[in-house]
T-cell receptor
Framework: AQSVTQLGSHVSVSEGALVLLRCNYS??????LFWYVQYPNQGLQLLLK??????LVKGINGFEAEFKKSETSFHLTKPSAHMSDAAEYFC????????????FGKGTRLSVIA | NAGVTQTPKFQVLKTGQSMTLQCAQD?????MYWYRQDPGMGLRLIYY???????DKGEVPNGYNVSRLNKREFSLRLESAAPSQTSVYFC??????????????FGPGTRLTVL
């Protein structure tokens, strides 16, 4: 079965430090990949998506992610964390082969320390 | 353009009571979804509707029913609520198309507590 793994349910960084949130997927075909962000008591908002146009994808709020097919990874990064980045982040995948819903990872909660 | 709307925002039920969660989207999307979110479990798909007139079970359908009323609306019904159904419920929609990026758009959620 296809799956998405987010390494680390909770990541804590200092303000101004690099943010790295990890996502790996299992797939036999090239997927579409997404990162969503969820602020407290809100729904999920699309941060960025990979659709095979470019392996490095830039999203909102200074986030970017790089698709590495050889590593089946799509890690999310931001060079300098801001307090407002504190939220839960979800990686999601869909596969080209069928009309199937997105498969979500279990999420990573990002805390930013002043 | 309101996107995806959900009602109610909060609800408290007693065990055995029934209720329907409403979801509507104004983006002319083909597909709609219901998820539940629980701590440490991420989002789990309950049911989805790939197109008007069709519904399919997701990962955790037991205890729930759905109705795709029309292209805009997709409701989730709990016939006999149980404490295990205490959760936050999210509705989402997407312009699902074969071979395309089926990015999903989410509603604000319904926080349900079953006592």
């Amino acid at each position: 079965a296809q799956s998405v793994t987010q390494l680390g349910s909770h990541v804590s960084v200092s303000e101004g430090a690099l943010v790295l949130l990890r996502c790996n997927y299992s797939s036999s075909v090239p997927p579409y990949l997404f990162w969503y962000v969820q602020y407290p008591n809100q729904g999920l908002q699309l941060l960025l998506k990979y659709t095979s146009a470019a392996t490095l994808v830039k999203g909102i709020n200074g986030f970017e992610a790089e698709f590495k097919k050889s590593e089946t990874s799509f890690h999310l990064t931001k060079p300098s964390a801001h307090m407002s980045d504190a939220a839960e982040y979800f990686c999601a995948v869909s596969w080209v082969s069928g009309n199937t819903p997105l498969v979500f990872g279990k999420g990573t909660r990002l805390s930013v320390i002043a | 353009n309101a996107g995806v709307t959900q009602t109610p925002k909060f609800q408290v039920l007693k065990t055995g009571q029934s209720m329907t969660l409403q979801c509507a989207q104004d983006m002319n999307h083909n597909s709609m979804y219901w998820y539940r979110q629980d701590p440490g479990m991420g989002l789990r798909l309950i049911y989805y509707s790939a197109s008007e007139g069709t519904t399919d079970k997701g990962e955790v359908p037991n205890g729930y029913n759905v109705s795709r009323l029309n292209k805009r609306e997709f409701s989730l019904r709990l016939e006999s609520a149980a404490p295990s159904q205490t959760s936050v419920y999210f509705c989402a929609s997407s312009p699902l198309r074969t071979g395309g990026s089926n990015e999903q758009f989410f509603g604000p959620g319904t926080r349900l507590t079953v006592l």
